[in-house]
């Protein structure tokens, strides 16, 4: 298969790099230049110096299928309102009609979980179908996203995946992150602060959220006009304190976890689970 591929080099992007590769399909990846991937991905792509909002029909020659990781705005990246809605809107509405006037088959993109937003308060687990009703500006955007793409699938009868990350963690995370943070501290010998830890959520491994995104390329619950939504997520819960508890004994770490040293946010999700899919 031959895939176009956005935001190959960001962290769960690379991953998916990587196992694409590896299975042997052909991957054109957009990138900044001079950009690379978050970890080592062993044979190379066809690299795409080329932002989103200048691709045009010829980028995706021969592609079967579009995977759409890139997003303005993901930590540690700042950008205002009208940088998210233009990047994480406009420019990947763009790459859907550039990819239809191709006649490419298949859109599979990544949302976020934080799209819920306050429907956390509402369910045990979310459903895919939940209401979204998210509390910030880049949650805000990539809703806006998947109703625009939604629409844009039905509107063109194209096939469209979407797929809501949970927790996702592992190699090439950005630093500040809490299991890359943590793993920082484990392994220098130093002390690590966090919340009381009393937060619930669904961490999931970023090899197995590459995974997912691999078999969506050809799993039969896609078809035309229907899209699929699901979450994606491990299906267990954990407290934070939990999952710190179990990699701080993971590393043999010699410091200590200070639970309590640090306040909640403001407006802090307490729970926040999926209704987990997988195909």
Not at 21 to 39: D, E, F, N, Y
Not at 53 to 76: E, K, Q, Y
Request: charged share 20%; with cysteine; aromatic share 12%.
């Amino acid at each position: 298969m031959k895939i176009f591929l956005t935001g190959g080099t960001g962290f769960i992007g690379s991953h998916f790099l990587k196992r694409a590769l590896a299975a042997g399909h052909t991957v054109v990846a957009t990138r900044r230049p001079g950009s690379q991937p978050k970890i080592a991905i062993g044979a190379e792509p066809n690299w795409l110096d080329k932002p989103l909002d200048v691709l045009s029909p010829i980028d995706f020659d021969g592609c079967d299928a579009v995977v759409h990781f890139a997003s303005a705005g993901v930590s540690p990246q700042k950008a205002s309102w009208a940088e998210l809605m233009h990047w994480n809107v406009v420019a990947t509405m763009h790459l859907l009609e550039q990819a239809h006037a191709a006649s490419v088959r298949r859109i599979v993109i990544a949302g976020t979980f934080a799209e819920y937003g306050k429907s956390a308060d509402r369910y045990e687990r979310i459903p895919p179908d939940a209401p979204l009703l998210p509390t910030y500006a880049y949650a805000g955007s990539k809703a806006a996203a998947f109703e625009a793409a939604y629409a844009f699938a039905l509107e063109h009868a194209i096939e469209l995946c979407y797929l809501r990350i949970f927790s996702a963690y592992g190699e090439g995370q950005y630093e500040g992150n809490f299991w890359p943070a943590l793993r920082k501290a484990a392994l220098a010998g130093m002390d690590f602060e966090m919340t009381d830890g009393e937060q619930v959520r669904d961490y999931i491994p970023v090899e197995r959220v590459a995974d997912v995104f691999l078999r969506a390329l050809d799993t039969a619950r896609v078809a035309i006009s229907q899209p699929l939504v699901c979450n994606v997520g491990s299906g267990t819960p954990v407290s934070m304190r939990e999952f710190a508890e179990h990699w701080w004994k993971q590393w043999n770490a010699k410091g200590s976890l200070l639970v309590g040293a640090l306040p909640y946010r403001a407006n802090e999700v307490m729970h926040f689970l999926p209704v987990p899919q997988d195909f």
